[in-house]
């Protein structure tokens, strides 16, 4: 029997409370209707501390609870370990990715990760960034989970091409 590595990923925006659980969430959904949840471990972060141990932002929730998407974890802030966790860190945009790099660049074995922008695996989306919706409309939260489905489309697809 081959025992295959995970492959890990870990979505981060600024307070782990919109957009980075949607995508954690959105993810898991994808790979669990492609039956392959098992070959991965899948969390979300946010380079913030002032949400930890809270829930999603409820507008999140709500507006993918109404495309069936579950967003269950709870907020946390990356921490120098998870570039030894993670294949992948996936930042939502150009703020936190350059937050991310700087914490990267102090670390030690923190090569082992790949860190990327979501929007670089954007195909019918073209925004640079994805947008945070915490202080918009509840439009702004469905925009927002457009924006991911198809950047994860991609992302799962750069997956497929790389590790399978």
Known sequence: MIIMKKISVLFVCLGNICRSPA???LF???IKEKQIEDRFLVDSAGTGSWHVGKQSDLRMRVAAKNRKIDITSKARQISKSDFQKFNYILTMDDSNYKNVMSLKNRETY????EVRKIQEFAD???EKE???PYFGGEEGFDYVLDIL????SGFLDHIFKNHF
Request: aromatic share 4%.
């Open 23 to 25: 995508a954690e969430a």
């Open 28 to 30: 898991i959904k994808k």
């Open 110 to 113: 923190s090569d082992l990760c």
């Open 124 to 126: 019918r989306f073209h």
């Open 130 to 132: 994805v947008p945070d």
């Open 149 to 152: 489905n198809d950047s994860i």
